[in-house]
């Protein structure tokens, strides 16, 4: 089976499931979720054993590449659409009563839909190594998620945030292609290993070549929200819905990743701009680390709180790309793999988050710290389970958190003891014990507030599948926690 | 005399900045939005006049990729118009407003 | 096993056992624990007629290198050392069941007797300075124990922490001292030390502060000057507990430790000087505290405490004299042999002040009583038999060990005169003590209402009064100091001594007899020097001060400042920066123009 | 499965099954029990075969490349805190039932043999990753205990600031331990046994100014671990905070873990990056000793008291470490093990005592003596035991390490004039001690309340450890056979 075959096979459940919303009537719309999961389940099963071919790097038409990371990429999209699904059926009680209660009007049926379609430009992003891929299946995600940020019409949190993400996403995308242009204008190609060829040359001139390297940078670090372009994240990821902010936070910061790496690899396998490159990107590792760290300290909101945490994570993530180029000198995982672990990592602890709050947001109304009160007793496992998620984020060891933030500090402080970079490593222990603060916040909030009485003990409703989702999620958690081989073998 | 890629930069980077200072005074969401239209428009130019001088000799590069990417770049905008105004529609609904500065509810 | 482990375990068994089991049968745990002070006292006599030298050894501790062993070493000084120990620790012993009959801690106390005798058999045997310096601190709870022994009063509270601390300033000096020895030497066995030093030359001036260092712990221990304080205090303590510990045996064990580390005292001139000294300054200024005092108990203190000076002053003869050769273990022996007589009036002297507190009630005010010599006459002959053991009456013992210490002495002139002069007023204040206790009339009612004490209190008063009178011929210390290593003084000393001391009693008689309060008062003397005050002053503005400042250092710089501080100026920075998410969509677009801006700045800087 | 795998794996089988629904009390004092035993099993094994190898060992690969192994086995120095962890937290598990009212028993139990597993794990890991990891495995469940089950108004600050600041320790050390494994390992085959990163004797492949450079955050990140000066502020107000259980653990058995890296990671893998830093540390324990030794004396509240106690005992430990010899070391690990002990039974005492009063202000109490003989008696053996009084295992560690630093010294050095320093902390521990103990339980009563004496429950556990201390004190032999040449051993 050819690998692209599995985009095709996703737009092709999408258009499915947007034939029979076509069709649904007034009838409940949770089939369609549930039609989702399933197909997103079987293109999972046909990635891992219909096309996986290890170690082989397949190419088409010099615009689509298949090797493990794509692989890999694609298989953290499937995934994460697949949870977004689920916590979205989840979520669908708040999501029309900031709609209409009427299963048609409310348009819950696209809300299903959506996230495919926006999966397979994610998965089209894992594969892309040419700048005009990278731009269109950008938009594509873009396009969709803008949709998806705004669709709750009746909140006015959820189109603000949307008015938000539009223009400035729209602003960045201007500046993505404004530096496509320029990189075109100084490499005259858009394929990225002729680019890297193009700017390992001796002739290139610097000035032009950093210049479009920034602009890049402005555009798809907007996407993995590092510093100095994070600022769209705290007002999109608190007015969005809870499923689009999990979706945003996990599945657009991942293919993010993977195209920031891959369009950042040329410019810093280039002997003449690799120096002044690093020293850019160790300033924005830093600023990362800073904002993302410190700003999350006050915030009460949760999703603002993982909002700021995400920009933490980003700047994490970052410390490995100095090394970038330099394998072979490095111990352990090299940055692309530490990346790689991290972000599935990422994926699996946030979405259990996410997915507890999901339950907890249906229940109590609630997205503020206080809301979480008294989680302890109302619902011991979802307390757990969110405590869990909230220490892996935090990097407490044995789960999967630390192992992600292990093999980063590995790179970042193998890189100092090679450069002399101690200052990102300095910035990323303060960072890191920021976290505890801000995460444990939320551990205060569940098991030391709030007096239940024992009449009001009424464990919350949860649906079978999010029930199993997260406890597969909080299992995953901690087996790749202890055992990170299996998750990190896919990334080598 | 013909222009040479200097200038076509220069206009382009203009209209970019244009397109930004636009983005960044205007109060209207809509015309915020046209100036955004107009920085794609100036990246669009560059693309194109670099395609144009492309090999170094005045003459046009191999290959038709940057126009390829033009059109992309054109198709994405009007997509983004198409969604965009349908968020402004869904917020001038809500709120009675399209005024950047009234899109305050969350902060800090 | 050998005697000498028995004798040395035979107490702890006893104190462990009423501490697990019996404690709650007051009279069994009196008898068990008289029972085996019994029986080591018998043992005692088996062990220092047999022969002397090792006794077995057990080791305690032993890594890398460092062995501290429990190895007993029996030499001449060591049987007398038991033998005391033993024999008024059995008369202390019996004595305490008519004394403690009705007390309510009855079991604890017997248990912290044994437990005092285990440790004080520990220090005697002991054949090193580790095990020396283990029991050293096990002397010091059980006497933290007994004089605490009516802990409910807030004054044996104080007094049995302060002698506790006290002693712990001395034992600091101790170790360190131990330590640097062992340091330079490699040796902390007392027998393997003497050969080192034979054999190996050292540099004095570490010697010199070794032993300095080592004779702090005797200071605490026999409380010299400056650690004195805690002795008069400990009197707190039931009186018997004063006859064994703070009288016979524990405060000499200082002078026993300083005469079994003889050889280093010979090798240490600079720290003999300082030895001497501050014996003779002990003897002196307790002399002259004694003679304004009123308790009966804290007189007797006093008194031992000028008496420790005397001996410790003597042992310090062993090593250094500005004439040029020092005396050599002569004059520790000296200092021993007044040991061994002290132990036997001084502790006569505590049991008979005991008898008589005992019959006025707990009265201790000697200025409340009198005339007791008719209503207790035993109590009041042996006491008077101790005074004059103690004021240096020939033929008694205290005449012959006194003599012996002033011999040496006679080395060095001031130090005779310091040591004449309180010969004097030793004498002056016990007579001045009889006088008014058991002469003229009664002062109070309890007084007037006293009755002999009963047989079991008794009996080791006459068998104390006559060590006091024996303990002096050759015969009762022949067989642990040869004669020949005694000092022998010179001249018309022994008979200058006893008009002295005549002239003391007499003095004092003359002076005290049908008086109602002192006829001369020095305010210097009855306040002690103000020492007490003094060191109260220190602890305030030292200690205490020194650690509320510590304690403020604490809260106010490193936690408050930069702890606390660190973390404030983290969450700021963080509020800071989360000021800078507006809300307002074109400030974000501003701001990421100044992202952009800032991001090619950077990149100018960094290409050059 | 060895027996050392158990003794981790019960105590998170335990939780895991309380938190399935278990009878909470129930299965962890059954955990206990098991875990007493075959910790006293592993203990006399290790007697019987010698301290100086590694015994019981099993391990997993879980990671090739850096090579990373999830394995586990004992020698004579991680024996003696085994048992040590084992004692201490049979003790914190029988004497735990005073907090429960405020929060459910469940998570009380579960956070409490989290915290024994992780120190248990911690101190039988033989892979630098795990031996870290283990030990992290405390901080959530130490969070919730002061949070939820706390006393004080204080709590909550607290709990905050022990885990930040603990938080930050870790992380120093974290950078410190991956700066040493990627320096040490052999080239071409990063590890994390520690076996395999010890450099071969006589020879060792970094320089002096390298080594020193990491010895440096080993230092920060154990020193903060272990509350050395000026990173002590977090303990005592923790301990004052915590449940009694916890303050039992954390400062009995959780502290050490940051000696047992100093002896098993930072000195023996880096001896010349130690001498760069000698001078500092011997700086910064007489800081633990004296310092905050006057701050104990000043302390008015006995909880705070026995924290900041428990904190300038730490500079004795480091002393012993600083000696750099068999009796040091050896004095060292004896000490962890009766500071171990006394710090718990203290804490035990002192948490009874809080629940019999309303205060625990020491010059607001008075003569409990005559009301609770029991408690007065067990309080009094605890309070000789700390200030190191012949008899306790205390004492033995205490003379065993100044012994130590004198060894061979014929004339006066830095570390012989610190000890020297380092002695007037008997002096000033005596001081503390023996102020509270008189205001406390001697003198005359203040108050009309007679409170109660120690409940028969508690005797069990307080009668143990102090049998453990006077065993360990009169036999140091006991746990020194296991320890005889640590320094050449390492």
């Known amino acids: ?492 | 005399m013909m222009p040479s890629l200097n200038e076509y930069l220069m206009v382009s980077g203009l209209l970019f900045a244009i397109g930004f200072a636009g983005v960044l005074m205007r109060r209207n969401i809509i015309i915020i939005f046209m100036c955004l239209e107009m920085m794609l428009s100036a990246a669009n130019l560059s693309l194109v006049a670099f395609w144009r001088f492309g090999n170094g000799q005045g003459m046009p590069a191999q290959g038709y990729d940057a126009q390829v990417l033009v059109f992309f770049v054109i198709a994405v905008a009007a997509a983004e118009v198409a969604v965009g105004l349908a968020i402004i529609v869904a917020l001038f609904r809500a709120r009675c407003t399209v005024h950047v500065e009234d899109l305050n509810s969350m902060k800090g | ?608 | ?490």
């Open chain 1, 1 to 492: 089976m050819l690998p692209y075959y599995l985009e095709i096979c996703v737009v092709v459940l999408g258009s499915l499931m947007l034939c029979m919303e076509l069709f649904a009537g007034r009838r409940s719309r949770a089939k369609i979720a549930m039609v989702g999961v399933a197909g997103l389940g079987v293109i999972f099963a046909l990635l891992m054993f219909a096309v996986c071919s290890p170690g082989e790097d397949l190419q088409y038409w010099g615009i689509y590449h298949f090797d493990k990371w794509a692989a890999f990429y694609k298989g953290l999209a499937l995934i994460s659409t697949l949870l977004v699904l689920v916590m979205a059926r989840e979520f669908a009680p708040v999501f029309k009563h900031y709609t209409s209660q009427d299963e048609e009007k409310s348009g819950i049926g696209e809300f299903y839909c959506l996230p495919i379609f926006v999966c397979s430009g994610l998965m089209w992003m894992a594969s892309a190594k040419d700048l005009v891929t990278i731009f269109v299946s950008l938009e594509l995600v873009t396009m969709g998620f803008y949709v998806l940020v705004a669709f709750m019409r009746r909140n006015v949190g959820s189109l603000e945030a949307g008015v938000k993400y539009l223009i400035l996403g729209a602003l960045s995308t201007g500046f993505l292609v404004y530096g496509i242009a320029w990189t075109f204008g100084v490499s005259g190609t858009f394929n990225l290993e002729e680019l890297s060829v193009v700017l390992a040359g001796d002739d290139i001139p610097s000035a032009p070549v950093m210049f479009a390297f920034a602009l890049l940078i402005a555009g798809i670090g907007f996407k993995i929200a590092v510093v100095p372009f994070q600022i769209w994240v705290p007002d999109v990821y608190q007015g969005a819905a809870m499923p689009v902010t999990a979706y945003l936070s996990v599945a657009s910061k991942a293919a993010g990743f993977i195209v920031f790496l891959r369009v950042v690899d040329p410019f810093l396998a280039a002997p003449s701009i690799r120096e002044p490159a690093i020293y850019l990107m160790v300033f924005v590792t830093c600023a990362t680390l800073i904002y993302g760290n410190l700003a999350a300290i006050a915030q009460k909101n949760i999703k603002r709180l993982l909002a700021y945490s995400s920009i933490a994570h980003a700047g994490f993530l970052l410390m490995a790309l100095p090394a970038l180029g330099a394998a072979g000198t490095i111990a352990g995982p090299g940055p692309e793999s530490a990346i790689s672990f991290y972000l599935a990592g990422y994926l699996l602890m946030t979405l259990l988050c996410f997915l507890v709050l999901t339950v907890v947001r249906v229940a109590t109304n609630g997205e503020d710290l206080t809301a979480l009160e008294g989680l302890g007793k109302r619902s011991p496992f979802l307390a757990f389970a969110m405590l869990v998620g909230v220490a892996s984020l935090a990097g407490i060891p044995l789960t999967v958190g630390f192992f992600g933030k292990f093999f980063l500090f590995n790179i970042a402080i193998q890189n100092a003891m090679q450069n002399g970079l101690w200052i990102v490593v300095f910035l990323a222990v303060l960072g890191a014990a920021t976290g505890f603060y801000y995460y444990f916040k939320i551990i205060r909030a569940m098991y030391w507030e709030g007096s239940v009485s024992e009449g009001e003990v009424t464990g919350l409703k949860v649906g079978r599948l999010a029930m199993l989702a997260i406890i597969l999620l909080v299992v995953a958690v901690f087996f790749f926690g202890i055992f990170p081989a299996p998750l990190l073998g896919l990334t080598l």
């Open chain 3, 1 to 608: 096993m050998s005697i000498a482990f028995i004798i040395l375990l035979l107490p702890l068994v006893a104190a462990a056992s009423i501490l697990l089991g019996i404690r709650k049968k007051a009279n069994l745990s009196a008898y068990v624990s008289v029972a085996s002070a019994g029986i080591c006292f018998l043992l005692t006599l088996g062990l220092i007629r047999g022969s002397g030298g090792e006794a077995g050894a057990f080791t305690w501790l032993s890594v890398g290198g460092l062995e501290l062993k429990i190895a007993l070493e029996i030499t001449g000084l060591t049987r007398g050392m038991i033998l005391v120990v033993t024999l008024v620790g059995l008369l202390v012993h019996i004595f305490s069941l008519g004394y403690m009959r009705d007390d309510a801690g009855k079991a604890r106390y017997f248990a912290g007797l044994s437990l005092f005798m285990f440790s004080m058999s520990g220090i005697v045997l002991a054949d090193n300075f580790a095990m020396m310096f283990i029991f050293w601190e096990l002397v010091g709870v059980s006497s933290y124990l007994l004089i605490g022994h009516w802990f409910q009063k807030n004054s044996a509270a104080e007094a049995s922490k302060k002698a506790f601390l006290v002693n712990r300033i001395g034992d600091f000096g101790f170790m360190a001292g131990i330590l640097l020895l062992w340091g330079a030497t490699g040796e902390i066995g007392f027998s393997a030390l003497r050969e080192t030093l034979e054999v190996q030359t050292f540099d004095p001036s570490l010697l010199n502060w070794a032993m300095i260092c080592i004779f702090c712990g005797a200071v605490g221990k026999s409380a010299q000057v400056p650690l004195h304080v805690w002795l008069p205090d400990a009197m707190e303590g039931p009186t018997p507990v004063s006859a064994l510990i703070h009288a016979a045996t524990m405060v000499a064990a200082g002078v026993f430790m300083l005469t079994k580390v003889t050889f280093l005292i010979i090798a240490a001139p600079v720290a003999a000087s300082v030895i001497q000294h501050v014996g003779a300054l002990t003897a002196l200024l307790a002399a002259l505290m004694a003679t304004q005092q009123s308790d009966i108990k804290k007189i007797l203190a006093y008194s031992t405490l000028s008496q420790l000076g005397y001996m410790v002053m003597a042992v310090g003869f062993a090593g250094f004299l500005h004439s040029g050769e020092a005396v050599g273990a002569v004059a520790s022996n000296a200092g021993f042999f007044h040991l061994y007589t002290h132990a036997f009036f001084k502790a006569l002297l505590f049991l008979g002040a005991g008898a008589v507190i005992y019959a006025c009630h707990h009265e201790q005010d000697i200025w409340k009583m009198g005339g007791l010599i008719r209503l207790m006459p035993v109590t009041a002959i042996t006491f008077l038999i101790g005074t004059a053991a103690l004021a240096g009456l020939p033929p008694l013992s205290g005449f012959w060990s006194k003599d012996a210490v002033m011999a040496v002495t006679q080395n060095s002139t001031p130090l005779l005169i310091v040591g004449a002069i309180t010969a004097f007023l030793t004498a002056f204040y016990m007579s001045r003590l009889c006088t008014i206790v058991f002469f003229g009339k009664a002062r109070s009612q309890a007084a007037r209402e006293a009755g002999e004490v009963p047989l079991m209190m008794r009996a080791p008063l006459v068998i104390l009064a006559l060590g006091a009178v024996i303990a002096g011929f050759e015969f009762a210390y022949g067989w642990f100091i040869a004669p020949a290593d005694l000092p022998h003084p010179h001249g018309a000393l022994p008979l200058v001594l006893t008009i002295i001391g005549v002239a003391g009693i007499v003095t004092g008689y003359l002076l005290h007899r049908g008086r109602e309060k002192d006829p001369i008062r020095v305010e210097v003397l009855v306040r002690k020097f103000y020492i007490d005050e003094f060191y109260l002053f220190l602890v305030r503005v030292f200690q205490d001060g020194v650690a509320y400042l510590a304690k403020a250092v604490d809260q106010l710089l490193i936690d408050g400042l930069i702890v606390r501080g660190s973390a404030r100026l983290t969450v700021g920075v963080g509020l800071l920066l989360r000021g800078l998410q507006g809300g307002n969509l074109q400030r974000h677009v501003f701001l990421f123009g100044v992202g952009i801006v800032i991001v090619i700045y950077l990149i100018t800087i960094a290409l050059g």
């Open chain 4, 1 to 490: 499965m060895t027996i050392i795998d158990l003794i981790i794996i019960i105590p998170i089988l335990a939780a895991v099954a309380i938190g399935c629904g278990g009878s909470a009390r129930v299965l962890a004092l059954a955990a206990a029990w098991a875990n007493l035993l075959l910790g006293l099993v592993v203990f006399v094994t290790l007697v019987a075969k010698g301290g100086d190898e590694m015994h019981f060992k099993s391990s997993w690969v879980l990671l090739h490349s850096p090579e990373l192994t999830l394995g586990f086995a004992v020698d004579g120095m991680s024996g003696v805190l085994v048992l040590l962890t084992v004692i201490v937290t049979f003790c914190a598990v029988r004497v735990s039932s005073g907090d429960l009212g405020k929060g459910s028993g469940k998570l009380y139990y579960i956070s409490l043999l989290l915290i024994a597993a992780g120190a248990l794990g911690a101190f039988c890991a033989t892979d630098l990753f795990f031996f870290y990891a283990f030990h992290e495995l405390a901080l959530i469940p130490t969070f919730l205990m002061i949070g939820i089950y706390g006393n004080g108004r204080e709590k909550v600050a607290t709990a905050w600031k022990i885990t930040i600041y603990l938080g930050v320790g870790s992380l120093i050390l974290l950078g410190g331990l991956i700066a040493l494994y990627v320096s040490l390992s052999p080239p071409g085959a990063p590890t994390f046994d520690i076996a395999k990163l010890a450099p071969s004797p006589g020879e060792h492949p970094l320089s002096a100014e390298v080594q020193k450079w990491i010895f440096l955050p080993l230092l920060v990140g154990f020193g903060i671990l272990v509350s050395l000066f000026p990173f002590h502020s977090w303990a005592a107000p923790a301990y004052a905070a915590a449940p009694t259980p916890v303050a039992m653990l954390h400062a009995g058995v959780l502290k050490k873990f940051g000696l047992y890296g100093m002896l098993r990671v930072a000195m023996p893998l880096l001896p010349e990056g130690f001498e760069a830093w000698k001078g500092l540390l011997l700086v910064l324990l007489l800081g633990n000793i004296l310092y905050v030794g006057l701050v104990t004396i000043s302390q008015r509240y006995l909880d705070r008291m026995i924290g900041n106690s428990s904190v300038m005992h730490m500079g004795y430990i480091f002393l012993g470490i600083a000696c750099c010899n068999s009796i040091g070391w050896g004095g060292a690990v004896l000490m962890m093990f009766a500071h171990g002990i006394s710090i718990a039974l203290l804490f035990a005492l002192c948490g009874s005592l809080r629940e019999r009063l309303d205060t625990l202000e020491i010059s607001r109490l008075g003569g409990l003596g005559g009301s609770m003989p029991f408690l007065a008696v067990t309080f009094g053996f605890a309070a000789f035991a700390s200030i190191g009084l012949p008899g306790f295992a205390n004492f033995a560690s205490e003379i065993t390490i100044f012994f130590a630093a004198f060894k061979d010294a014929g004339e006066m050095g830095i570390l012989q004039v610190a000890t020297i320093l380092a002695l007037w902390g008997v002096v000033i521990s005596a001081v503390y001690m023996l102020r509270a103990y008189r205001s406390i339980f001697q003198g005359e009563l203040i108050g009309e309340r007679y409170p109660a004496d120690l409940a028969q429950s508690m005797r069990l556990p307080v009668v143990l450890m102090i049998v453990i201390l006077l065993l360990t004190g009169f036999f140091p032999n006991i746990i020194l056979k296991l320890l005889p040449n640590l320094f050449e051993v390492l």
